[in-house]
């Protein structure tokens, strides 16, 4: 894992430290070296001394999960205890080809990494790149592992039990794998799409193949109840049926992605995780401390034209896309999620198999889905600690305790009127709310359309959106043209005033501001100055910087629905458009006029190209 040399003489002393992640020998040993030798080139009063401190340390649990600068930290940390006065004394060489001073140096390193950067600080530690090594250390390490990593390699077995479910209630697949180092992952997947018990088992043991082909398994083992499907895959039945022969042939092009695939057919007693996870959607089987990945798969596999990955979660989740940028470098087809998902990365970052977000208020705030979240705002409502709070303050508390979604205060906004006015009181007529973004559209909407409740909005928060008060939504320089007239050599005075107004002044296509789509509120407007409203009769200067914290926090739900309003804006005037042109089709043979100029010189109209 580590060693150091240390050469004294008159001059003084300095420690060289080389580090790597992780341990190759299969002995585990700790012993310490000291050889004193005579320089030839000195005077015999100079004793060299060369203490060598080798440490070995076995990876256990979570540690084999670091990452590889992590490991190299840890192996660095775990040298530094051991021969702690050595590292005291003198000043330390550290020799590396990771970037150990950014990961142990950056301002931003959080978690593990910030208490061992803490640790180590009180050392005179130097990081440097290694040098090249000999030729005979090269081939020594290289003979004394070769041997070791073939045998790792083939002691890598990976096992997945598979079930299918099939009800006309709704129809789910189960999938336990267990991987290489013991761990066990659950899966529980629902399709939309109907099914058949032998075809349900063809879809969950598919399922578990792609998973398995999405880890990088090499040699599996597929246990499941279905004797059936089992004998299909062994030749041992004959294949009636033109359906399950699909099933059958999709299953051998996934096959040959792995080195070795055994299949076994064993007792439903002993598959009874499998058959809990498939059942997971119609009764809670498993224990609730069970951590369990839910999916979904929209088609049958038949209808697929290659092998895919599944996408983890119930549908794509809103983070997928920006945790393959992050992780793979991989960006979407299309040009303006692209652009997006670039905006998003750089606030966001990987660490710990976790996907972070950078708040105002807090370092980091944890990535989850819209189903966690909305079972997080369940608990913190209406749980054993609950306090049935306000959506302001569970909002608060959700970005207290270091969580993020985009669409969190829709979400909290659904769940209190859902169980605080309906649950209590009985369904309402009419609500009657402000412009806010969390009343408008999402899951609000979907509660009042869904229970027939009447949705209306008040005109005393926003009333630029609700048109009472008037604004121009006219172009900068038709704006100036307005101001300037009659003194247009003037027009530098007005610049600012024009630019405010366009700026506070709410888009047709978002219902937003550009002023809002930056900083996540409207602007105070002059005739709110004059006339006062709710907003500014309510303000409290002690809690208003907080109020703007967490509107920065929602920041992102109000862009995302600005984006959408402005499709559907787009798509509203392209169809309009349509309507006044009649559509003509051009087919290869058909006559059609040609612009003069395009002709040529002593070519007319008519003749032929």
Not at 2 to 29: I, L
Not at 506 to 516: E, H, L, Q, V, Y
Request: net charge positive.
């Amino acid at each position: 894992m580590g060693g150091f040399r240390t050469e004294m003489g008159s001059g003084g002393a300095e420690t060289a430290c080389c580090c790597s992640g992780s341990s190759t020998n299969p002995r585990y040993f700790a012993k310490v070296t000291m050889r004193p030798d005579l320089n030839p080139n000195l005077n015999f009063r100079f004793l060299v001394l060369k203490p060598v401190y080798f440490v070995s340390r076995v990876l256990r649990d979570a540690e084999e999960r670091y990452s590889t600068v992590e490991k190299a930290a840890y192996a660095l940390l775990i040298v530094a205890r051991k021969p702690r006065p050595y590292f005291q004394a003198h000043p330390v060489v550290v020799l590396s080809e990771l970037p150990l001073k950014k990961a142990l140096g950056s301002l931003d390193v959080a978690g593990r990494l910030l208490k061992w950067a803490i640790e180590l600080s009180e050392y005179d530690i130097t990081y440097a790149p290694k040098t090249s090594y000999k030729g005979q250390v090269l081939a020594d390490f290289v003979i004394e592992n070769t041997g070791r990593i073939e045998k790792r390699a083939q002691e890598t077995l990976w096992t997945v039990h598979v079930d299918g479910a099939a009800s006309d209630r709704g129809s789910g697949l189960g999938v336990q794998i267990k991987g290489a180092n013991g761990e066990i992952f659950y899966y529980a997947i629902h399709i939309t799409f109907k099914v058949t018990n032998n075809t349900a088992e063809y879809e969950a043991l598919l399922a578990g193949l792609r998973l398995l082909e999405a880890v990088g398994a090499k040699r599996i083992k597929v246990l499941m109840d279905s004797q059936l499907v089992i004998c299909h895959i062994l030749n041992q039945y004959e294949v009636h049926d033109p359906v399950l022969a699909k099933y059958l042939e999709k299953v051998r092009e996934l096959v040959i992605f792995f080195d070795e695939a055994t299949f076994e057919h064993i007792p439903r007693s002993q598959n009874e995780v499998a058959n809990a996870l498939s059942k997971l959607e119609k009764q809670s089987d498993l224990n609730k401390e069970t951590p369990v990945i839910t999916m979904e798969i929209p088609q049958a596999s038949i209808e697929v034209p290659s092998p895919q990955v599944l996408h983890l979660g119930a549908t794509l989740e809103w983070y997928t896309p920006i945790w393959e940028y992050l992780e793979l470098g991989k960006l979407p087809s299309d040009n303006l999620a692209a652009r997006r998902i670039k905006r998003w990365a750089p606030e966001c970052t990987i660490m710990d198999d976790q996907l972070l977000k950078k708040g105002f208020r807090r370092p980091w705030l944890q990535c989850i889905s819209e189903s966690q979240g909305r079972k997080l705002i369940k608990e913190i409502h209406e749980g054993i600690c609950g306090s049935h709070q306000s959506p302001y303050n569970i909002d608060k508390r959700i970005e207290r305790e270091g969580y993020f979604w985009p669409t969190m205060r829709k979400d909290m906004i659904a769940d209190f009127v859902r169980h605080n006015i309906v649950y209590r009181f009985g369904i309402p007529h009419t609500i009657i709310s402000d412009n806010g973004r969390q009343f408008i559209g999402g899951p609000f909407q979907d509660l009042c359309d869904a229970l027939g409740i009447k949705s209306l909005f008040s005109s005393v928060s926003h009333p630029q959106i609700n048109g009472l008060v008037e604004v121009s939504n006219r172009t900068t320089l038709e704006g100036l043209k307005k101001k300037v007239e009659g003194t247009k050599g003037a027009w530098p005075d007005f610049l600012d005033e024009v630019l405010w107004s366009y700026n506070t002044t709410p888009r047709k296509a978002t219902d937003r501001s550009p002023f809002a789509m930056v900083y996540g509120m409207e602007a105070v407007t002059p005739m709110e100055m004059i006339q006062p409203t709710l907003r500014t009769l309510t303000y409290d200067r002690t809690r208003n910087n907080e109020k703007k914290l967490v509107e920065l926090e929602a920041i992102y739900e109000l862009r995302e629905e600005a984006r959408k309003k402005m499709a559907e804006y787009q798509r509203k005037m392209r169809r309009a458009f349509d309507k006044k042109v009649a559509p003509r089709h051009f087919q290869r043979g058909d006559w059609v006029l040609r612009s003069v100029e395009a002709t040529g010189k002593h070519i007319g109209k008519l003749d032929p190209a």
